[in-house]
C-alpha cells in the first residue's frame, strides 16, 4: 500500500517550499533581533551561529533530496516528485552559507576569502561541493532536461561527490563531537550504501 500525501495536490508543493524556508526565515529574524540589541537564543556573535545553522540545514536538505528516491523504493511514498525543490533549497542554504561567511565573518574582505580558501582544506571541500551543485541548479527546468536528454541524469549524479564532499566538510571544521555530523554521515553512507546495493543486483540482472 503507497502512503498519500493527505493535503490537496495544488497545496504539497507550496506546503513543502514553505517548510524548506522555515529554518532561514527563523534564524534570519533571530540575527536581525540581535543587530538591533534585542535578547535572542543567539550568542554574541550572530555570524558564527547563522554560518552554522545555514550550513546545517543546507546538509540537511541536500540528504533530504537524496532520501526521497529510496524513500519511494522501500516505502512507496510517493514524494519524490518535489526532489527537485528540496534540492533547489539545499542550495538556497549553500548561498546563505557562503554569503554569511564572507560578509559577518570576513567583512567582505575578498582577499581574505580567497586565502580562507585556499589555506584551510575544509573550506576548499565544501566550496568544491557547492560548485558541484552549481550546474545541476542551472539546469533544473524541464527545458534542460529536453535539452540534454540522457545527459542530463549523468550531470546530475554530480549530486553524490558533493553530498560526500559537503558532509566531509562538516566533518572537519568541527572541533570537538557533534551529534549532527555524525547523523550526517551515517544518513549519507546508508544512502550511498542502498544506490550500490541495487547498481549491483541491477548489474547481474543484466550479466544473466
Known sequence: ???QISLPQPLRRPLVHVLCALPLLY????TVLT?????????TDPGA????????????LLLASLALTPLQRLFRLRWVRYR???????????????LVFYTLILGRDLAEF?????????????ALAA?????LVLTSTQAAMRLLKKRWQQLHYLVYPAAILAVIHQLWQVKSFEIGAVIHTLVLVLLLGLRLHWWLRSA???VS
Open 114 to 126: 580567497w586565502h580562507e580558501v585556499v589555506e584551510r582544506p575544509y573550506i576548499l571541500l565544501g
Open 1 to 3: 500500500m503507497s502512503v
Open 27 to 30: 534564524w534570519g529574524w533571530q
Open 84 to 98: 527537485r525543490a528540496v534540492g533547489l533549497w539545499a542550495f538556497v542554504y549553500v548561498l546563505t552559507h557562503i
Open 35 to 43: 543587530a538591533q540589541g534585542q535578547f535572542t537564543v543567539i550568542s
Open 204 to 206: 547481474r540482472r543484466r
Open 131 to 135: 560548485l558541484l551543485l552549481l550546474p
Open 49 to 60: 551561529v547563522l554560518a552554522d545553522k545555514s550550513g546545517f540545514w543546507a546538509i540537511n
